[in-house]
C-alpha cells in the first residue's frame, strides 16, 4: 500500500534542517560539460531550405551534466568535489573557465586527449527548442584514464560526507569504476547516491545506496515497454521494487514529473507529490533533486524529508528557463510561501 506524505507536516522541520548544508563536503563523479544557449526569435522560414532562420539576439554557456550538480551543491550551501574528465580542446578551456568563475575546483579533473569536452548547443526560439547540437564521445574510459579516475576518488574519499554518481552514459560511469567506488565509499561509511541512465546495464550500478531513477529510466532498467506498463496499472510499484531489490539499495526514489516522486525503503512506499506552481524548462531538474537529497542525507535529514525538500527544490528549478542551480534563499522562500494539501 502506498502511504502519501503529508507534506504540510513536514515544513516546519525541513525549513529547520537546511541550515545543515552548510560546509558538507559531496564527492560527485560522472560526466561533465557545457550547456551553451544560443536565443532568439524566429520571423521568416530560410529561402534555402523549409526552415525556421533564428535572429540571434543573445549568446550564453553554462555548466551542464555532473558540474551543474556541483553548482547546485554550491548554491544549496554545500562543497562539491567534482571527479571527471575532460578532453584537450577549446570547450575544455571554456568548461574550465566556468569551473573557476563558479568556484568549483578545478584539480581532481583527468584530462584525455583523445575524447572532446562534452558540449550541448541548444538553439532555441524564446522558451521552443528549436535544435541542439551535441559535441562529444560516448565511449568508456581506457584503463588508463580510468585508473587517474580511480586515484583521485581514492584521495578524495575519507573526508567526503557522502558520495554521488552522475551518469549521462558518456562514459565515465561504468561498472568496474562504480564497484570500486562502492567498496571505497563503504569502508569510509559513505552513502553512495546514483542518478542512473536508461541506456546503461542495471547490474553496472549494483551496490549503491540510493538510485533515483525517473519514469523512462525505470521502465528502461527494468525491461520493461511502456505497453506493458499501461496494461498493467500496479506495474510501476513492481518495477520500483524490481530495481531496488535488483540493485541492493537501500532507498529507491522515481521521479515522475507533475505526479511527484514514489519512495521504496523496503516495505514502505511513499508517495510525494508535486509543488511546481508552473513549469517552463525540465532542463536540470534531477540534477538539482540529486544534490538536494545527498546535502539532505548527509545533514542527517530522513529519506522523507530528503525527497520532500528536493521536490520543492525541483519546483523551483522548473520555473525557469535551461540548465540552472537552485538558491537556497529561493528555496526557503518557496517552501514558506507554498501552501499544500496535507
Not at 545543515?20 to 560539460?33: A, R, S
Not at 530560410?46 to 535572429?55: D, G, I, N, T
Not at 513549469?279 to 522523507?304: H, K, R
Not at 527544490?313 to 496535507?342: F, Q, R, S
Request: net charge negative.
Amino acid at each position: 500500500m502506498v502511504k502519501k506524505i503529508a507534506i504540510e507536516n513536514l515544513k516546519a522541520s525541513i525549513l529547520e534542517k537546511v541550515s545543515y548544508f552548510k560546509g558538507k563536503k559531496v564527492l560527485i563523479v560522472g560526466d561533465i560539460g557545457i550547456d551553451e544557449y544560443v536565443l532568439g526569435q524566429v520571423r521568416r522560414i530560410s529561402p534555402e531550405a523549409p526552415v525556421p532562420v533564428l535572429e540571434v539576439e543573445q549568446e550564453d554557456s553554462r555548466l551542464g551534466l555532473s558540474a551543474n550538480v556541483a553548482q547546485n551543491i554550491i548554491s544549496l550551501g554545500g562543497v562539491p568535489y567534482l571527479v571527471s574528465v575532460i578532453g584537450k580542446d577549446v570547450g575544455a578551456k571554456a568548461l574550465s573557465n566556468l569551473l573557476t568563475e563558479n568556484q568549483i575546483h578545478l584539480k581532481y579533473l583527468v584530462e584525455d586527449p583523445q575524447r572532446p569536452t562534452t558540449r550541448k548547443t541548444r538553439v532555441m526560439a524564446k522558451h521552443h527548442h528549436l535544435v541542439r547540437v551535441d559535441y562529444e564521445l560516448r565511449q568508456y574510459l581506457d584503463d588508463k584514464i580510468r585508473s587517474e579516475v580511480l586515484k583521485q576518488i581514492e584521495t578524495l574519499m575519507p573526508q567526503m560526507d557522502i558520495v554521488i554518481l552522475q551518469d549521462y552514459a558518456k562514459g565515465v560511469v561504468e561498472q568496474k569504476l562504480v564497484e570500486k567506488i562502492v567498496e571505497t565509499a563503504h569502508f569510509h561509511h559513505k552513502l553512495v547516491l546514483l542518478d542512473p541512465h536508461r541506456d546503461q546495464p542495471l547490474a553496472g550500478y549494483k551496490g549503491v545506496d540510493l538510485c533515483k531513477p525517473n519514469f523512462d529510466e525505470a521502465l528502461a532498467l527494468a525491461g520493461v515497454s511502456f505497453e506493458e506498463f499501461k496494461i498493467n496499472k500496479n506495474s510501476l510499484l513492481d518495477v520500483g521494487e524490481k530495481l531496488r531489490q535488483a540493485l541492493g539499495s537501500q532507498w529507491l526514489v522515481l521521479t515522475q514529473g507533475k505526479e511527484g516522486m514514489t519512495i521504496f525503503d523496503g516495505e514502505a512506499i511513499r508517495q510525494v507529490s508535486t509543488v511546481a506552481r508552473q513549469v517552463f524548462d525540465v532542463t536540470g531538474a534531477g540534477d538539482t533533486v540529486i544534490a538536494t537529497l545527498a546535502l539532505s542525507l548527509a545533514g542527517g535529514l530522513s529519506i522523507e524529508e530528503a525527497c520532500v525538500l528536493s521536490n520543492f527544490a525541483a519546483g523551483v528549478v522548473v520555473g525557469k528557463v535551461g540548465c540552472v542551480p537552485c538558491p537556497l534563499e529561493e528555496l526557503i522562500e518557496y517552501i514558506n510561501n507554498h501552501t499544500l494539501d496535507v
